[in-house]
């Protein structure tokens, strides 16, 4: 797993255009590669200390072949994760493989240097964000996704992600006595005290009731980690020239190399 380059200019710039239009996606692996560093070293080594760790990387299941079999996932149990899963993606005409052009927007760079078992790992990372959208309770809208990445840097501690994060507090649902600001933290606060979950077989427990799949991996429930309720918003009161003017001004407070 090779080390990045800690590129602050070229963060700004993907930020700018994500704020701008939430909907790049491609915005997010981006600024997560630009930030990385040695963070992507620490998560493989993490794997290496897991117990299942290098089985996991001898067999390297393709999970992204069973999420895309919808068909075997009709069939699971009423309240399994796999049928939530399923529910999840049509309700948001999602696929399995919808992230997969998005994160190989930066080209061979994009795995550059990886060994091919680096590169099955980080895949399948990439894989499971909306299997972890099923887990958390976040949804598909704007709200829904600062909350699952603010999960997911409490899982992976990646600074893209926190700059991302940062930039949700900034720019999310303007609430007194900073409600939105203490739900990412909630959000991220549950993400820490979780199980791993970049080591989870997720393919052996599709058929399992998802409220005891949480309860395994030590994941909060929704009204447990938000009691208010979980957040549903976006920001569509926010012009794309407003949402320039507010990443520069964010950008202005982040180092310039």
């Not at 979780?194 to 994941?219: D, T």
Request: charged share 25%; glycine share 8%; proline share 5%.
């Amino acid at each position: 797993v090779p080390a990045r380059k800690i590129e602050w200019t070229r963060a700004r710039k993907a930020l700018g255009i994500l704020v701008a239009d939430p909907e790049r996606t491609d915005q997010v692996f981006e600024i997560v590669r630009a930030l990385s560093g040695r963070t992507d070293i620490r998560s493989f080594k993490r794997l290496l200390r897991h117990d299942d760790g290098f089985a996991l990387l001898a067999d390297r299941p393709d999970l992204l072949a069973v999420l895309s079999d919808r068909a075997a996932f009709a069939k699971l149990p009423e309240g399994s994760l796999g049928r939530a899963y399923l529910a999840f993606m049509q309700e948001a005409d999602l696929t399995a493989d919808g992230l997969v052009d998005a994160s190989m927007q930066g080209g061979l760079e994009a795995r550059e240097g990886f060994s091919i078992e680096a590169t099955w790992f980080f895949d399948r990372l990439r894989d499971m964000h909306d299997l972890w959208h099923v887990l958390t309770g976040y949804g598909r809208d704007e709200a829904g996704e600062a909350a699952n990445l603010a999960f997911t840097l409490g899982q992976l501690g990646n600074p893209g992600i926190g700059l991302i994060v940062l930039a949700a507090a900034v720019l999310g649902p303007r609430t007194d006595r900073f409600e939105w600001q203490r739900y990412l933290f909630s959000a991220w606060r549950r993400g820490r005290r979780a199980a791993w979950l970049p080591a989870v077989r997720y393919e052996n427990i599709l058929a399992e009731p998802l409220a005891e799949v949480r309860a395994r991996l030590g994941i909060a429930p929704p009204e447990v980690a938000h009691p208010a309720g979980v957040i549903v918003a976006n920001r569509d009161d926010l012009t794309p020239e407003e949402g320039m003017r507010l990443s520069r001004a964010l950008g202005q407070a982040l180092p310039s190399r």
